[in-house]
């Protein structure tokens, strides 16, 4: 399970997939319907702990803000990339703020999402071999700081990840709206 925010499949995300895409490189896009960002990864969540969860969630106030995503990169850096990701400028501290309004309520419920340092960033694919690599890491500096598109949040999602031999499946099972 995790909790994140959906992200829409819009035109300018469409146009980033497109030059992506293009490449030809041994790359495994995210589904267009999967497409989320990352607050909270919680991993396995024992059945009795999810109703917690749902509390932690409703716990936690925040009003709508705005995201603009900017520039593409790669995880764990752009020599090896692995994870290809698109960036946000505007928003990101909001980001980290609900971050850790989230991880103190589930804390506080006995729920730990995994560590790690937070990086809000918005999973597109992932390197699967190394066809392409060069072209890839190319794209990736000539789209580095280009602004891209825009979102506003105003919902935030527990997500229950069913991994299937054709990617993962994400069944939404609780949601919390900004005030």
Known sequence: MFIGIPVKFEEWLQRVYSRVEALRAD????????????LAFLGE????????????????KFSTFSLTFKGLGA????SRP??????ISNGFNDLK???TSLVKSLAARGVRPE????QPHLTIGRVKGPKGVLELMKLIEEMLDIPLGEQEVREVTLFKSVLTPKGPIYEELASIQAH
């Open 27 to 38: 790359i495994k896009m995210v589904e267009p319907k999967n497409v989320h960002i990352t």
């Open 45 to 60: 969540v024992r059945e009795e702990k999810v109703d917690l969860v749902k509390e932690s969630m409703k716990e936690v």
């Open 75 to 78: 995880f764990p850096s752009l």
């Open 82 to 87: 692995r994870v290809i990701w698109v960036g």
């Open 97 to 99: 703020t609900l971050r």
């Open 115 to 118: 560590d790690g340092q937070f």
